[in-house]
């Protein structure tokens, strides 16, 4: 399955047509400025064993999974 959309431009910015896309990249380069302002670090260098990786992982997807609960509800009203 080829593709004719480039992967980065000159400046390795990455690109693509797809605007879903191309706004959740923008969220998550926005998300890792806003956590090198905080701790400094990147997650990359972050002294975090396996476990608390996985550990945060299911904090954040219980988070999701209420707050697309509370969406649902609030749609399906």
Do not use: W
């Not at 926005?30 to 299911?58: C, P, T, W, Y």
């Amino acid at each position: 399955m080829g593709s004719n959309i480039d992967n980065n431009d000159r400046d390795g910015n990455t690109m693509t047509e797809d605007p879903v896309v191309a706004a959740t990249i923008e969220k998550l380069q926005q998300r890792s400025r806003d956590g090198m302002i905080k701790f400094g670090i990147s997650l990359e260098r972050q002294e975090m064993s396996v476990v608390e990786a996985i550990d945060n992982a299911i904090e954040e997807a219980l988070d999701t999974a209420v707050y697309l609960e509370k969406a649902k509800r609030e749609l399906m009203r």
